[in-house]
């Protein structure tokens, strides 16, 4: 199985401030690499698919990048709304896998 | 409206099995793969199978191979989980979600969760 790898398993972090978040696969997972974002007793919420793209609705300040092995969510200026679980998911075969996740809470 | 609706909270013995549903609506059922991914208390996402509704071929994690078995009603549009020899380690949270038959096994739409407990 492919195993993801997250880090910072937490972080805290201001209104307006730039976060980064990285995932790394155990291998190459090419650019099969989806986004969630999960707020407590609420399921996931997918924000980027495919490393880089950004799923409908889902606002400008979310970007995803890499390939491969390494890949990062970047949130440009961190909202109120934003503060929550975020998680990473291979996509590239079976069984998926997922990260353990990251927890931005409010500095 | 494009929806999952999941079935209502379960409290089960340990070695019971337990049934959960998931009705998809608002969307073409036979053009996504349903999944089931669940999170035990305070944990991460698991992953535990995906049902083709067309066609009704699935695909488990090792894991839980021959204790998991995943069903659909193309009639009702309604996909079944059913998990045998229930453990105090399936308590969880249980979520459907879909990913697109051909776009990759990416998850744009999740049921509300349904809560499995497992207790003597």
């Known amino acids: 199985d492919i195993q993801m790898t997250q880090s910072p398993s937490s972080l805290s972090a201001s209104v307006g401030d730039r976060v980064t978040i990285t995932c790394r696969a155990s291998?190459?997972?090419?650019?099969?690499l989806n986004w969630y974002h999960q707020k407590p007793g609420k399921a996931p919420k997918l924000l980027i698919y495919?490393?880089?793209s950004v799923q409908s609705g889902v606002p400008s300040r979310f970007s995803g990048s890499g390939s491969g092995t390494d890949f990062n969510l970047t949130i440009s200026s961190l909202q109120p709304e934003d503060f929550a679980i975020y998680i990473c998911?291979?996509?590239?075969?079976?069984?998926?896998?997922f990260g353990g996740g990251t927890k931005v809470d409010i500095k | 409206q494009v929806l999952l609706v999941q079935s209502g909270a379960e409290v089960k013995k340990p070695g019971a099995s337990v049934r959960l549903s998931c009705e998809a609506s608002?969307?073409?059922?036979?053009?996504?793969?349903i999944h089931w991914v669940r999170q035990a208390p305070g944990q991460g996402l698991e992953w535990v199978g995906l049902?083709?509704?067309?066609?009704?071929?699935?695909n488990y994690p090792q894991k839980l191979q021959g204790r998991i078995t995943l069903t659909r009603d193309t009639s009702t549009s309604t996909v079944f989980m059913d998990l045998s020899g229930l453990r105090s380690e399936d308590t969880a949270v249980y979520y459907c979600?879909?990913?697109?038959?051909?776009?990759?096994?990416?998850?744009?739409?999740w049921g509300q969760g349904t809560l499995v407990t497992v207790s003597s």
């Open positions: 998911q291979h996509g590239y075969t079976i069984p998926l896998t």
């Open positions: 049902i083709n509704p067309s066609g009704g071929s699935a």
């Open positions: 979600a879909r990913s697109h038959a051909y776009l990759g096994f990416l998850f744009d739409l």
């Open positions: 608002g969307y073409t059922f036979l053009s996504y793969y």
């Open positions: 291998q190459s997972i090419s650019r099969s």
């Open positions: 495919d490393a880089s």
